[in-house]
T-cell receptor, first 116, second 116 residues
Framework: GAVVSQHPSRVICKSGTSVKIECRSL??????MFWYRQFPKQSLMLMATSNEGSKATYEQGVEKDKFLINHASLTLSTLTVTSAHPEDSSFYICSASTGSGSVELFFGEGSRLTVL | AQSVTQLDSHVSVSEGTPVLLRCNYSSSYSPSLFWYVQHPNKGLQLLLKYTSAATLVKGINGFEAEFKKSETSFHLTKPSAHMSDAAEYFC??????????????FGAGTRLAVHP
């Protein structure tokens, strides 16, 4: 099946710094990628839809200036958590689809962010 | 409005005994239905999917699920649990006329514990 890779898998940073998480589709082109946030022992919450070559679409309540999303190519989307604070600590997961007509999403391994 | 209800937050079984993880959905249209598994600090892996073909769907690792429209259910089963099945399981719904993959609806998750 299609493979989605996230990097880094774990990151620890100081409060006030910015952190970038990468999401790559390794063996397919992904016009659209999705970013989710998962709190401990909870389900996934969609943060934003990342479209190649255009601005991301954010879900209600998600600060676009806090969570910057860039989808510069068909195989790479990045999520940058700016001026991170401890409440931003979470597990972030990306997903991608192989294209129109496909109902299946492939998920990355996730990135655990800890802000001290 | 569409919704997904996973009826059990925790399920505990003995190794070698059957597994039943329950999922009910609410959708105005015929949906696509998925079961994903998540191991600790990992992304989501697709177990199986229903997309309006056969109502009994067979997935990986011996799992299967049956779509029952009359009961609006999509329960996940496995005849014999293995220790490696211990994980979090998510039932996911995508209404066919949702207009986009970002309309995936995640259940709250069921944590499966398997005891020797």
């Amino acid at each position: 099946g299609a493979v989605v890779s996230q990097h880094p898998s774990r990151v620890i940073c100081k409060s006030g710094t910015s952190v970038k998480i990468e999401c790559r589709s390794l063996d397919f082109q992904a016009t659209t990628m999705f970013w989710y946030r998962q709190f401990p022992k909870q389900s996934l919450m969609l943060m934003a839809t990342s479209n190649e070559g255009s601005k991301a679409t954010y879900e209600q309540g998600v600060e676009k200036d806090k969570f910057l999303i860039n989808h510069a190519s068909l195989t790479l989307s990045t999520l940058t958590v700016t001026s991170a604070h401890p409440e931003d600590s979470s597990f972030y997961i990306c997903s991608a689809s192989t294209g129109s007509g496909s109902v299946e999403l492939f998920f990355g391994e996730g990135s655990r962010l800890t802000v001290l | 409005a569409q919704s997904v209800t996973q009826l059990d937050s925790h399920v505990s079984v003995s190794e070698g005994t059957p597994v039943l993880l329950r999922c009910n959905y609410s959708s105005s249209y015929s949906p696509s239905l998925f079961w994903y598994v998540q191991h600790p600090n990992k992304g989501l892996q697709l177990l199986l999917k229903y997309t309006s073909a056969a109502t009994l769907v067979k997935g990986i690792n011996g799992f299967e699920a049956e779509f029952k429209k009359s009961e609006t259910s999509f329960h996940l089963t496995k005849p014999s649990a293995h220790m490696s099945d211990a994980a979090e399981y998510f039932c996911v719904v995508r209404p066919l006329f949702s207009g986009g993959y970002n309309k995936l609806i995640f259940g709250a998750g069921t944590r499966l514990a398997v005891h020797p």
